[in-house]
């Protein structure tokens, strides 16, 4: 990302200035920045306009400050105004996992997603090719893995969404604009806002979105980020404890935070309740191949040749998706509809037919 002059496109709130005036006075003395602040600064950032030095001093005193929904709203908002959108005819979930990926258990995100259309349930999966910082197996090495075309037009996800039930949207080409911070990102080694509101782009333009949090106060974030924004505005969201960040839901006692037309609700599960009796470790595999061996299983699972812990873990990831689009009343009636999913075949032919899109 080359430096460009300062030009008059831009108001009187150069990176800079709100770092020595806002955001990196210190921990206990930064402010948060106005929606009209944080505007300007993302669209200097896509602009290419701030120094390598500044850009970095400024992602990091945002880490440090911890940003409030009004910024992320903000910070949202000028990403898309670049982002290109596909909607399907179909209204989809949205999953906007951790594009950084998964290094220990298993990805059941695209093994869910597919169990669920093959219920009824369209869904939405989106991801880059190893984002920083983290760079490990994301949705994309899964479906890659299993033969499945990634690198798409997003005319051609919504395509795919509507042929299949089920469709990737691909970071790079739906929004550039954030791909083209990937070496400055790189070069941080954390993790920055970016990292957050990649995950909400929300390329379908879908009414529902579905995420994890390791707190519950980070999906109060978010439900509050959706709230305030001008440009993206799902009339239901749906989050849950993940595993490794990703939207896997965490076995054993976890928190569902939920929002439907501005009105959130929290709520406690024992997963083991839902056919997931085990512990975290039960689902890892080689750290060297996360993408293989999760695309191994997620063949095994929806072809219903394996039935293990695995499956189990699928199917009430599968029921999630189904319930947030409401296509379910409870997890349990969702449940029920994913396992006769992969019962019936309607699960395999999901993945017959995106093999051959």
């Known amino acids: ?54 850009l970095g001093a400024f992602w990091l005193a945002n880490r440090w400050k911890h940003n409030v929904a009004e910024e992320l709203a903000a910070y949202a908002d000028v990403m898309t105004e670049h982002v290109e959108y596909a909607e399907p005819d179909a209204d989809p979930v949205d ?50 893995e299993l033969g499945v075309r990634t690198e798409l037009s997003p005319q051609e996800s919504a395509d795919q969404v509507d042929d299949t039930g089920f469709g990737f949207y691909y970071q790079p080409e739906f929004n550039p604009a954030i791909h083209a911070l990937f070496e400055r990102r790189d070069a941080m080694g954390v993790r920055t806002f970016v990292n957050t509101i990649e995950t909400i782009a929300n390329p379908a333009n879908a009414d529902v979105h579905l995420g994890s949090f390791y707190h519950l106060a980070f ?48 709520f406690e599960i024992e997963t083991a309740e839902y056919g997931m009796d085990f512990a975290n470790e039960d689902l890892e595999v080689n750290p060297d191949d996360v993408a293989g061996d999760s695309a191994a299983i997620t063949e095994a699972v929806v072809t219903g040749d394996r039935t293990d812990h695995f499956a189990d873990a699928v199917a009430l990831n599968a029921a999630f998706r189904i319930y947030a689009r409401e296509d379910a009343d409870d997890l349990d009636e969702g449940l029920e509809m994913a396992r006769e999913s992969i019962d019936s075949g309607a699960a395999e032919a999901v993945l017959d037919n995106l093999r051959a899109f």
């Open 1 to 54: 990302m080359s430096q460009a002059p300062e030009t008059t496109e831009f108001g009187d709130w150069p990176l800079k200035r709100l770092m020595t005036e806002v955001v990196g006075t210190g921990t206990k003395s930064a402010e948060d920045m106005t929606r009209e602040q944080a505007t300007e600064a993302m669209r200097r950032i896509l602009a290419g306009e701030p120094d390598h030095t500044t």
């Open 95 to 144: 999953c906007g996992a951790n594009y950084d990926g998964k290094g220990k258990t298993a990805i059941l995100g695209a093994a869910a997603g597919i169990v669920a259309a093959g219920a009824g349930t369209p869904v939405v999966v989106h991801s880059g090719d190893r984002v920083p910082t983290q760079k490990q197996d994301a949705y994309k090495h899964v479906l890659d």
């Open 219 to 266: 999906a109060k974030k978010i439900v509050d980020t959706f709230e305030q924004s001008e440009t993206l505005g799902p009339r239901r969201v749906v989050m849950f404890q993940g595993m490794e960040g990703y939207d896997d839901i965490r076995p054993g006692y976890t928190k569902v935070g939920e929002s439907t037309d501005g009105e959130f609700t929290d």
